[in-house]
C-alpha cells in the first residue's frame, strides 16, 4: 500500500505543484464564502462564469495558477497569506 505520489509515480516537485494548487483552491472557496459572494457574483468581479469558478474551487486541472492567484488577489487577499500556502 502507497501514496497517491507514489501510484502516478510523481517526483517531489510535480507532488508540491499538485499540493499548492489544492491549497489555492480551498482558500479561493473560503475566502469566497467568507466574504458572502456566490460563484455566480464572483465570477462577474473576474470576468468569467460560474461553472469556471467552480472548477478552480474544485482544483481541475485546466485552471491555471495565474487564474488562481489572480482570483485570490481580487477578493483581497494578501500576498504574504499567498506566500504562506507556499509547500
Same mark, same amino acid.
Given at each position: 500500500?502507497?501514496?497517491?505520489?507514489?501510484?502516478?509515480?510523481?517526483?517531489?516537485?510535480?507532488?508540491?505543484?499538485?499540493?499548492?494548487?489544492?491549497?489555492?483552491?480551498?482558500?479561493?472557496?473560503?475566502?469566497?464564502? +467568507?466574504?458572502?459572494?456566490?460563484?455566480?457574483?464572483?465570477?462577474?468581479?473576474?470576468? +468569467?462564469?460560474? +461553472?469556471?469558478?467552480?472548477?478552480?474551487?474544485?482544483?481541475?486541472?485546466?485552471?491555471?495558477?495565474?487564474?488562481?492567484?489572480?482570483?485570490?488577489?481580487?477578493?483581497?487577499? +494578501?500576498?504574504?497569506?499567498?506566500?504562506?500556502?507556499?509547500?
Amino acid at each position: 500500500v502507497g501514496n497517491a505520489e507514489d501510484f502516478l509515480e510523481l517526483n517531489q516537485a510535480e507532488s508540491d505543484f499538485i499540493a499548492l494548487k489544492i491549497a489555492l483552491s480551498e482558500h479561493l472557496k473560503t475566502r469566497r464564502q +467568507s466574504l458572502r459572494l456566490t460563484q455566480k457574483e464572483f465570477a462577474g468581479m473576474i470576468h +468569467s462564469s460560474q +461553472s469556471r469558478v467552480a472548477k478552480m474551487e474544485a482544483g481541475d486541472p485546466g485552471v491555471t495558477l495565474d487564474l488562481l492567484v489572480k482570483s485570490l488577489l481580487t477578493l483581497k487577499t +494578501s500576498k504574504e497569506a499567498i506566500e504562506k500556502m507556499l509547500p
